[in-house]
Nanobody, 127 residues
């Protein structure tokens, strides 16, 4: 089992940057594929980015491609989401998620595929 705690959210202006962190507790963090999702007010939770065990392969939603970067440091049991050129439409609660998997090369895109979730961190981008 793994517990996830997000941090780094806040209120920023359009065009600014933020880096979210997701600290994981428990063993074998490196055996978890990880992902970031977000939920805007009144909307469903949407996929943002995903990363494999080693961090060697990543994937992004079209809406954030080229602006966001997902990465991980397995030695620190931490997942990151670097967000640049933020837009008001990026305003949401951001969640990290973990999927235990034996497939080192797999990324996961659907909410239902993930086993564990953090509590979320609010990101608000003003225009």
């Amino acid at each position: 089992q793994v517990q996830l705690v997000e941090s780094g959210g806040g209120l920023v202006q359009a065009g600014d940057s933020l880096r979210l962190s997701c600290a994981a507790s428990g063993r074998t963090f490196s055996r978890y594929a990880m992902g970031w999702f977000r939920q805007a007010p009144g909307k469903e939770r949407d996929f943002v980015a995903a990363i494999t065990w080693s961090g060697g392969s990543t994937a992004y939603a079209d809406s954030v491609k080229g602006r966001f970067t997902i990465s991980r440091d397995n030695a620190k049991n931490t997942l990151y989401l670097q967000m640049n050129s933020l837009k008001p439409q990026d305003t949401a609660v951001y969640y990290c998620a973990a999927k235990f998997t034996s497939d080192s090369g797999r990324r996961y895109y659907r909410e239902i595929e993930y086993d564990y979730w953090g509590q979320g961190t609010q990101v608000t981008v003003s225009s």
